[in-house]
């Protein structure tokens, strides 16, 4: 199995052919984890990546344009070794440039998965919501293990070069399993009112799907996802 990473891309090689199929190897096996409904980390790794390839290859593109314009006449002597460095750096954007849309077919795919995810997830409060809701609690099943994760979040605005988004971290606290009938969200809700006095009206929110899919690797992330929407609409 090959670990697609930036060194796949970035270190020299000798054999081009061998490379490429170095990555499609580890393409393949991130595209299996799709296919065997497991969305993360290999959706994040695709996308980091090329995210990332697609900057250096603006950058590449902006610094050979500006080379050409800047160009000077170089001492035969130094003409060799600046040819030689010149093709090895080609080669590498060569590359980049042939893998580009594989790792984009991956991606829509890993999208196509997270959209299916997200349709079949709803989230909705348990009881009123009180006006603070940047902590609380969110209960999410998992079916394969008839387990109801209950889950404590705090919520926080951040700005970052001028850009604001929301920061969510999450820590699960009680794991509650079915015995033939999941326990209802209020009768929770009022369990951990009892337990944590601290929040004594937290806000509280419950996850509700029919997927059997991977809980770590498929529910929780877009479960999460589905919750920063739902605070951010407070």
Known sequence: MYHLSLELFTQPFDDFEQRQYEICAAIDWLVAQF???????????LIGIYRTLERILQEH?????????????????????????????????????????RLAEAIE???????????????????????????????????????????????AQLVEHGDRYRALRTTEILSLHNRGVWEAPEAVK???????????????FACETELDFPYAETILPVAKRKLMRALSEQ
């Open 190 to 204: 009022h369990r951990l009112i009892e337990q944590y006095p601290e929040l004594p009206n937290p806000a509280t």
């Open 61 to 101: 593109e902006q610094l050979h344009l500006s080379e050409q314009l800047q160009l000077l006449p170089a001492p035969e002597e130094n003409r060799t070794v600046e040819r030689s460095h010149h093709d090895s750096l080609e080669q590498l954007f060569e590359l980049i440039r042939w893998a580009m849309p």
């Open 35 to 45: 296919r065997r409904n497991q969305l993360y980390p290999a959706l994040q790794e």
């Open 109 to 155: 795919e890993g999208a196509a998965l997270f959209d299916f995810v997200e349709e079949n997830i709803t989230i909705s409060s348990v009881g009123l919501l009180p006006m603070y809701t940047s902590e609380g609690y969110v209960l999410i099943p998992e079916h394969r293990t008839c387990t109801l994760h209950v889950l404590r979040y705090t919520s």
